[in-house]
């Protein structure tokens, strides 16, 4: 089983920053996608960012050029720094995680969701 645990949300002023976190532990053999999501009340879950083992990213277009998403292979954690922060930006945010795990006899593919944080931008 594969678990993911996220910090860093809370309460930012307009044009503010926050920096996301998520570690993922477990049975845990490769990570191949790391990505933020995030969901705002009535709306629908969208892509934040995302990035691969090799390092490509992929940003949604509301957040290009102001949220960079990184990872740290050996920690098995990805984070996404937000800049620039707009009060349409508050939702809950979720990590998402995809790969490969240890299970009885071999190997098997997992996809796993953190329990999201809350991110607030309010003056």
């Known amino acids: 089983q594969v678990q993911l645990v996220e910090s860093g949300g809370g309460l930012v002023q307009p044009g503010g920053s926050l920096r996301l976190s998520c570690a993922a532990s477990?049975?845990?053999?490769?990570?191949?996608?790391m990505g933020w999501y995030r969901q705002a009340p009535g709306k629908q879950r969208e892509l934040v960012a995302s990035?691969?083992?090799?390092?490509?990213?992929n940003y949604g277009d509301s957040v290009k050029g102001r949220f960079a998403i990184s990872r740290d292979n050996a920690k098995n954690t990805v984070y996404l720094q937000m800049n620039n922060l707009k009060p349409e930006e508050t939702a809950v945010y979720y990590c998402?995680?995809?790969?490969?795990?240890?299970?009885?006899?071999?190997?098997?593919?997992?996809?796993?969701w953190g329990q999201g944080t809350q991110v607030t931008v309010s003056s």
């Open positions: 998402n995680v995809g790969g490969e795990r240890a299970i009885f006899g071999g190997r098997g593919v997992f996809g796993s």
């Open positions: 477990g049975n845990i053999l490769s990570i191949n996608v």
């Open positions: 990035i691969t083992s090799g390092g490509v990213t």
